[in-house]
């Protein structure tokens, strides 16, 4: 049998190995000259006046919503189909998050329905996710934002995507979260970062991600000489490291790269796939615009029974689809809070259909034939009988 294909995968070169090893012989492995190096080149690379880096994705959302002052008593508009950390950071500042429905071709918030809903009216910043690699429509949020609204996208998919032909986190939302998890576009082990336009922001999520500290002006104060800090506010340890930032910095130079080849990898699936009864493949990007393909998400037009044959067969052949995401209503924790499914009729069908096939640079042709083979065999597998009550 073939080896295991997972739905993602890292790649790493030798030129990564070398930076590593670089910083590694360095004197300072954490809080060293490697941060701000990467900072400065991925502001560049997405073009942002400013990033800040974090230890993880999570974090970075996290930062980000404490950074827009976001508390209690304030609404988050977010999308039910993401992972859980684009609510999460919500409620980890206690602030309160209100699910609207997506769009069905994008799988990505439908915005116009929530302004007809009246949701942006009420809510206090809205966290909107690049849902796979395609980017965000946030030209309805702008008037939102003129009015005080903070917008947080969530890009964690979409290093490298293009809106309007301008890379995602150069503009149109306050703040743009990206992560470094092996399965993104580059990765840093584990890590994240945020990019914004605001100095003021950027302060503040650098501070957040070092325990609240902030370092004065020089005092003559004998007190205050130069080991003074001071920590005015509550802040998290969510520092990544000079090592990661190594790889990070050593991956940043391939992003293109990488993004193309994911590029070609999606259009092979099109080639495959296309036309095939039964499976819908998720939309290319609008002209200008550049899909990342973090992940590839076909849906199953006869629900959730063929999804599961299609799954299980892919899985017995040695390839390892997933389903991103579980809707994050339907999570225990958020069932406890008093979340469901009702209203969100579209995040309903998405789960009931979708399905993530692999993708990731390093796949072959011969890769992603043995992908698509698996599919058309699962969907001319028979229905099983449909489980009626006693």
């Not at 990505?108 to 009216?121: H, I, R, T």
Request: glycine share 10%; net charge negative.
């Amino acid at each position: 049998m073939s080896s295991f294909l997972p739905y993602g995968r890292q790649t790493i070169e030798p030129a990564d190995l070398d930076a590593v090893l670089a910083a590694l012989q360095d004197p300072m492995i954490t809080q060293g000259p490697r941060i701000e190096r990467f900072e400065r080149a991925f502001a560049e690379a997405v073009g942002a006046r400013h990033a800040v880096a974090f230890a993880n994705g999570t974090a970075a959302l996290h930062g980000a919503a404490a950074a827009a002052g976001l508390g209690p008593g304030d609404d988050v508009l977010t999308t039910p189909i993401s992972f859980v950390a684009s609510a999460n950071c919500a409620l980890f500042v206690g602030a309160r998050p209100v699910f609207a429905d997506i769009e069905a071709r994008t799988g990505n918030l439908d915005v116009g329905a929530a302004w007809e809903a009246g949701l942006l009216e009420r809510v206090r910043a809205c966290v909107i996710v690049s849902m796979a690699g395609l980017p965000a429509n946030l030209d309805p949020l702008q008037e939102a934002r003129r009015t005080g609204t903070v917008v947080i996208e969530d890009g964690c998919h979409a290093l490298g995507a293009l809106r309007d032909g301008r890379p995602v986190g150069s503009g149109g939302a306050d703040m743009t979260a990206f992560s470094f998890h092996p399965v993104k576009a580059i990765t840093t082990g584990e890590g994240g970062m945020v990019s914004t336009d605001s100095d003021d922001l950027a302060d503040r999520l650098r501070a957040f991600r070092t325990h609240g500290v902030r370092r004065p002006e020089p005092s003559e104060d004998p007190m205050r000489g130069g080991w003074h800090y001071e920590v005015d506010t509550l802040g998290f340890n969510y520092r990544i490291t000079d090592v990661q930032c190594a790889l990070g910095l050593s991956q940043l130079g391939r992003l293109e790269r990488f993004v193309a080849e994911r590029g070609v990898i999606a259009e092979l699936y099109h080639e495959l796939l296309d036309g095939v009864a039964g499976v819908r493949l998720p939309v290319r990007a609008p002209r200008n615009g550049r899909h990342a393909y973090h992940l590839f998400i076909v849906r199953f037009e006869e629900g959730a029974a063929r999804r599961r044959l299609v799954y299980d067969e892919l899985r017995t052949s040695g390839i390892g689809p997933q389903l991103h995401y579980i809707p994050i209503p339907a999570h225990a924790l958020y069932r406890r809070l008093g979340y469901s499914m009702d209203g969100l009729p579209e995040a309903q069908a998405y789960w009931e259909q979708a399905l993530s096939l692999p993708i990731f640079p390093t796949m072959t042709r011969v890769d992603v034939e043995r992908v698509a083979a698996q599919v058309r065999r699962g969907l001319e597998l028979p229905l099983p009988e449909p489980i009626t009550a006693a």
